[in-house]
């Protein structure tokens, strides 16, 4: 018992005993309900995480009820839900298991970091405990103990980038939502109007769920609506002129549908024209 007791106490095994000792009251409070549940990166930070269950902040972004979440431009209510660490391109957030950090860079990515540096320490504790005893226990040579401490790192390495290989496809994350994926979508439009400057606009996305969102029209658009409208209704006491049968572009007010052509992301609303064709 005494030749364990100065194994796990010498060069280089306490390098990992202390280390392991941490890890061990970690998961022993994880177990007794004292920290919930944990939300770590997969590249050594720990941070907002796991996506499913929270919600996307943004500061001129989008918000709403278990959709798009943040200030701005969205209002939703549904799904889509995730936890924002930073912006992406098109006015949303984007976070959960990154793929950079210094355990993605030594090919450890890709499951929580709580997870990868428990395995890590467990490990290599394991390893340089037998390369300590094989060595005639205690602490080493100084030759023998440099020799046990780097068997010991390759092999706690090797061993979790082998055990975490399942893990991944348990913790894999859906790509995050993104106010370009309406591009392409029908909406209704919500407001009395659309012009170059008001309007929304409810859309719905692939998962069921709704959001509102603010849209706009080019004011090329808007003047040729005019000018159309105009056309049609013709001279006072005059016949009305424009297209066959008094056709007139359609102008886009309450219950109207829209189609959603871009996105500014920049201003976060979109560009919307009018749509009388099938549902795409």
């Known amino acids: 018992m005494r030749e364990f007791v100065d194994t796990v106490l010498g060069f280089p095994t306490a390098l990992f005993s202390f280390s392991l000792v941490v890890v061990a009251a970690y998961w022993a409070l994880v177990l007794l309900g004292g920290l919930g549940h944990f939300h770590a990166g997969t590249d050594g930070h720990t941070g907002a995480g796991a996506g499913g269950g929270g ?15 943040g200030h701005g431009a969205v209002h939703g209510h549904g799904g889509m839900d995730g936890h924002g660490g930073g912006h992406d391109t098109s006015g949303g957030h984007e976070d959960g298991h990154g793929s950079g950090g210094p355990l993605a860079a030594i090919g450890l990515g890709g499951v929580p970091a709580t997870i990868t540096l428990s395995l890590l320490i467990a490990l290599a ?31 706690a390495w090797l061993g979790t980038r082998l055990a975490i290989v399942p893990l991944r496809r348990v913790f894999r994350e859906e790509p995050a939502a993104s106010l370009r994926d309406f591009v392409g979508r029908t909406c209704v439009i919500r407001t009395g109007r659309v012009g170059v400057d008001f309007g929304q606009a409810e859309v719905t996305a692939d998962d069921g769920s709704s959001a509102i969102v603010q849209v706009r029209r080019h004011a090329l658009d808007v003047a040729a609506e005019g000018a159309g409208t105009g056309a049609a209704e013709g001279p006072p006491g005059g016949a009305a002129s424009g297209p066959p049968g008094g056709a007139v572009r359609p102008v886009l007010g309450a219950g109207s549908i829209a189609l959603i052509f871009d996105f500014d992301p920049e201003g976060q609303f979109f560009w919307v024209m009018p749509y009388d064709g099938p549902t795409p």
Do not use: N
């Open 55 to 69: 919600h996307f902040h943004g500061d001129g972004g989008f918000h709403g009820h278990g959709a798009f979440h």
């Open 125 to 155: 504790w394991f390893a340089s405990l037998a390369g300590s005893v094989l060595a005639g226990g205690g602490t080493p040579a100084a030759p023998l103990a440099a020799a046990v401490l780097a068997v010991a790192l390759a092999a």
